[in-house]
T-cell receptor
Framework: NAGVTQTPKFQVLKTGQSMTLQCAQD?????MSWYRQDPGMGLRLIHY???????DQGEVPNGYNVSRSTTEDFPLRLLSAAPSQTSVYFC?????????????FGQGTRLTVV | DAKTTQPNSMESNEEEPVHLPCNHS???????IHWYRQLPSQGPEYVIH???SNVNNRMASLAIAEDRKSSTLILHRATLRDAAVYYC??????FGAGTILRVKS
C-alpha cells in the first residue's frame, strides 16, 4: 500500500515554463487536495476535489489548474511559472467517512522557479 | 470561516506534559476537530480527532470543551521527537499556520 505518491520530489523551472505536479493515491479516497507551504509558514489550500469530475478552489488558486478524471489521480498544473510559486507542494487524500477522517499526505514536491 | 486559532509557538521540557490549545469558536455542531503534526522536512501526519467527547490514542489525548469552541491536544510526556508543527483543523482542508512546538532536553 503506497498511500499518497507525489512526483517529482524536486523540480527547478524557469519563469514562464509550465509543468504538472503529479499526485496519486491507492486508497480509493474520495477527497484529494493540494497545498503549498512557504518557508516558515503553514499549509495553504490551493485546490481540492471531493470526487472524480469535481474540483473547487481553495485559499490560493491563482496560477494553478487541476482536474480529477479518476479517483486515483489529482494533478496540479502550473501554466506559466513565476518566482512567487517557489514553494513546497503537498498533496493529501482522505475518505468522506466521518468515522475515518484522517487525511494522508504525500512527501511533498520542492519547486524552485528561477 | 473554517480557520482555527493557535499560538505561534510553545516550548516544553523533555518528559513533561504539553498542552497545545486551539480555538474554533465558529465550529458547527457536526464538524469534527482534527489534529495533525508535521515533523521537519516531512508531510503532515494525522494525530487525533474528536467530536464532543475527550479522546485518547497511542500518540496523544484530545480534550474538547463542553461548548466545543476550543480544544487542547495533550502530549503526556514530550520527547525530542515530538518537536514539530501542530495543526488544529475543523474540516481536514484548511490548516492555518499551526503551533511550533520546541522540546528542550
Amino acid at each position: 500500500n503506497a498511500g499518497v505518491t507525489q512526483t517529482p520530489k524536486f523540480q527547478v523551472l524557469k519563469t514562464g515554463q509550465s509543468m504538472t505536479l503529479q499526485c496519486a493515491q491507492d486508497m480509493n479516497h474520495e477527497y484529494m487536495s493540494w497545498y503549498r507551504q512557504d518557508p516558515g509558514m503553514g499549509l495553504r489550500l490551493i485546490h481540492y476535489s471531493v470526487g472524480a469530475g469535481i474540483t473547487d478552489q481553495g485559499e490560493v488558486p491563482n496560477g494553478y489548474n487541476v482536474s480529477r478524471s479518476t479517483t486515483e489521480d489529482f494533478p496540479l498544473r502550473l501554466l506559466s511559472a513565476a518566482p512567487s510559486q517557489t514553494s513546497v507542494y503537498f498533496c493529501a487524500s482522505s475518505t468522506r467517512s466521518a468515522n475515518r477522517p484522517e487525511a494522508f499526505f504525500g512527501q511533498g514536491t520542492r519547486l524552485t522557479v528561477v | 470561516d473554517a480557520k482555527t486559532t493557535q499560538p505561534n509557538s510553545m516550548e516544553s521540557n523533555e518528559e513533561e506534559p504539553v498542552h497545545l490549545p486551539c480555538n474554533h469558536s465558529t465550529i458547527s455542531g457536526t464538524d469534527y476537530i482534527h489534529w495533525y503534526r508535521q515533523l521537519p522536512s516531512q508531510g503532515p501526519e494525522y494525530v487525533i480527532h474528536g467530536l464532543t467527547s475527550n479522546v485518547n490514542n497511542r500518540m496523544a489525548s484530545l480534550a474538547i470543551a463542553e461548548d466545543r469552541k476550543s480544544s487542547t491536544l495533550i502530549l503526556h510526556r514530550a520527547t525530542l521527537r515530538d518537536a514539530a508543527v501542530y495543526y488544529c483543523t475543523r474540516d481536514k482542508l484548511v490548516f492555518g499556520a499551526g503551533t511550533i512546538l520546541r522540546v528542550k532536553s
